[in-house]
């Protein structure tokens, strides 16, 4: 079974602070692994992509992948209220792509 | 920019009945995928085709479900018998012509099945 987890949340933050959003995986053979954020009754859209052991940062986004502790994350410095939305984890082994639940990220004015 | 799109956006049916969902994948994309979202749950992996046949599949996409790829653009789930369960968002995605492990999903923005 391939299983992806993450802390359902909500997770809340104010305006201008770090979040941060952890996942784990189950599939020692993933090769890529993906976040999307998903706004309510929307379909996910990519924000960052991750293939190798280490950090990589986009704009505001960094994401970080742990192979061997099986681990991915995403940090948002200076988040907006317009990051307020469901970001998923996603995480590919061969041609399917599973997704974790979902952690909801409520970032306050 | 180049996009996914789905039809319906929305449909209603009766408990049994058969349902056709249909997807314009990205024109110069070789793999397509279909994953749904029961409303307030996770987005699950249903089944993914390339090359003319289906390359994995879930759990959930039993005999009930089929995909076909019936033209040169057109992508489609059918569910032959629907259940009260079915009901779900449905999403299409498809990917490039990069091969293995990298090149993102792109995402159609869904066809909501209502199941009565």
């Known amino acids: 079974q391939k299983e992806v987890e993450q802390n359902s949340g909500p997770l809340s933050v104010p305006e201008g602070a770090i979040a941060s959003l952890n996942c784990t995986y189950s599939?020692?053979?993933?090769?890529?692994f993906f976040w999307y954020r998903q706004y309510s009754g929307k379909s996910p859209e990519l924000i960052m992509s991750i293939y190798s052991n280490g950090d990589k940062e986009d704009g505001r986004f960094t994401a970080q992948l742990n192979k061997a502790s099986q681990y991915v994350s995403l940090l948002i410095r200076d988040s907006q209220p317009s990051d307020s939305a469901t970001y998923l984890c996603a995480v590919r082994s061969n041609n399917d792509m599973r997704f974790g639940a979902g952690t909801r990220l409520t970032v306050k004015p | 920019e180049p996009e996914v799109t789905q039809t319906p956006s929305h449909q209603v049916t009766q408990m049994g009945q058969e349902v056709i969902l249909r997807c314009v994948p990205i024109?110069?994309?070789?793999?397509f995928y279909w994953y749904r979202q029961i409303l307030g749950q996770k987005v699950e992996f249903l089944v993914s085709f390339y090359n003319n046949e289906i390359s994995e599949k879930s759990e959930i996409f039993d005999d009930q479900f089929s995909v076909e790829r019936p033209d040169g653009s057109n992508f489609t789930l059918k569910i032959r018998s629907t259940k009260l369960e079915d009901s779900a968002m449905y999403f299409c995605a498809s990917k490039d012509r990069t091969s293995g492990y990298t090149g993102e999903l792109f995402f159609g923005e869904g066809s909501r099945l209502t199941v009565l």
């Open positions: 599939d020692r053979g993933s090769q890529s």
């Open positions: 024109s110069n994309h070789l793999y």
